[in-house]
């Protein structure tokens, strides 16, 4: 079998190296030798082992040997006319682009089985951690009820300096820039915007609806402070960037932000680069998938695996199915209710409906903080406003 990779960065060198040193394995689980036949990047790899780079992406389409195409690019400009134009030309596309297949995915995923072919993405959430194949395959014999988890390695490793080095957010950050974590621009992960295309991918897996990820709620942890921090571990809580996703009353719900876990709970002691994912099913109970959320070889091993995958099954669709979008499908969760902490400038009353437990600040008298029960966002606002001298700082979720 002859594949193409579009995309030489990280993930697709990683791709090929996979692809080199594990020819006998894939042999023998693909029945034949699978050979790269084309690499599509604009830069230049004089270095490089590999002596089939192009720059003209016609190269692989016209090439009537090449079977499956490996889409590495990132982002939706040019991947999404490239992958589009591939499928139908009946050549069978694995991604590991999670905006991609987050904006486009019920469309390719259309085409791929309207052709007979695969569009698979197993690498697009956790990395290595296989996770999409599960959720359209083993799991769903029962309806699920939820899927949350820690979907983006570059904000848990920043938390993890910040809970267990005692550092900023800021210095925290440079670390992670530093060692690769995070890009020069970390915006995408620290704005949670990575962890939304994740777990829009997960809940159409889970509830077999599309949702646009515009209308996902989503906060990031650049406002999470040192004094948060303190009173999570006084409370004995740590905090994560959560992507979640539910069954509300009114559609598909699905929210990224900022969250106290229980240090009982198990994605509490997910740190550095690491990813947890819970789905949680009426029938199934809790179900918890773990690894390296990132990284070249972790990645691309979960590329390479979808390559065999699309291999094994020539002329044959696997079908996985979500329905396109509507808004309708969409809920905003206002009906949803969560526990929440929130951080206060003032005294607090002696009083508080409401709330299960009261902590105060070991540096500052005139701050304190609560716990509350299980509220609505409007009886979240009504509870801050009803404590009218004091003001509210920050506020998170309590998941778990």
Not at 33 to 38: G, N, Y
Not at 170 to 180: D, I, P, V, Y
Request: hydrophobic content about 40%; charged content about 20%.
């Amino acid at each position: 079998m002859k594949i193409a990779i579009m995309g030489f960065g990280v993930v697709g060198s990683g791709v090929g190296e996979v692809v080199t040193k594990n020819q006998d394995i894939l042999v023998k689980k693909c029945g034949e030798p699978v050979e790269i036949a084309h690499i599509l990047d604009l830069r230049d790899f004089p270095d490089s082992d590999f002596k089939c780079f192009t720059k003209d992406f016609n190269d692989i389409l016209s090439d009537p040997e090449v079977g499956v195409v490996v889409e590495t690019m990132g982002g939706v400009n040019p991947a999404y006319d490239f992958t589009k134009k591939l499928l139908l030309a009946g050549k069978q596309v694995v991604t590991s682009n999670k905006e991609l297949v987050a904006t486009h995915g019920t469309e390719l995923i259309k085409i791929a089985r309207e052709n007979n072919i695969n569009y698979l993405f197993e690498a697009s959430v956790g990395g290595g951690i296989p996770i999409i194949r599960p959720m359209y395959s083993c799991l769903t014999a029962g309806e699920a009820t939820d899927v949350f988890g820690i979907l983006n390695g570059t904000t848990n490793y920043i938390l993890t300096q910040m809970f267990q080095c005692g550092e900023t957010f800021e210095n925290a950050l440079k670390a992670a820039q530093q060692k690769g974590y995070a890009e020069a621009d970390p915006t995408a992960d620290v704005e949670g915007f990575d962890t939304c295309r994740k777990i829009a991918i997960l809940a159409a897996l889970a509830f077999g609806k599309a949702l646009d990820c515009k209308g996902i709620s989503t906060e990031g942890i650049t406002k999470i402070t040192a004094e948060d921090v303190a009173y999570a571990e006084k409370l004995g809580y740590s905090i994560k960037l959560i992507g979640h996703s539910t069954k509300a009353e009114d559609g598909i719900y699905a929210a990224v932000f900022p969250a106290f876990i229980p240090k009982n709970n198990p994605l509490a002691g997910i740190n550095d680069v690491f990813n947890g994912i819970i789905v949680k099913g009426e029938d199934l109970g809790d179900v918890m998938f773990y690894g390296r959320g990132a990284g070249k070889l972790p990645t691309a091993n979960a590329v390479v695996a979808d390559v065999v995958d699309a291999i094994k099954h020539k002329n044959v669709n696997i079908i996985i199915k979500w329905e396109e979008y509507n808004a309708s499908n969409q809920s905003q969760g206002e009906s949803l209710k969560y526990a929440y902490y929130v951080r206060f400038k003032g005294v607090a009353p002696s009083n508080i409906p409401n709330c299960k437990i009261v902590a105060f600040s070991d540096k500052n008298d005139d701050e304190f903080a609560v716990l509350t029960e299980e509220m609505s966002q409007a009886q979240l606002e009504e509870f801050k406003n009803s404590l009218k001298n004091n003001q509210a700082l920050a506020q998170m979720r309590i998941v778990g």
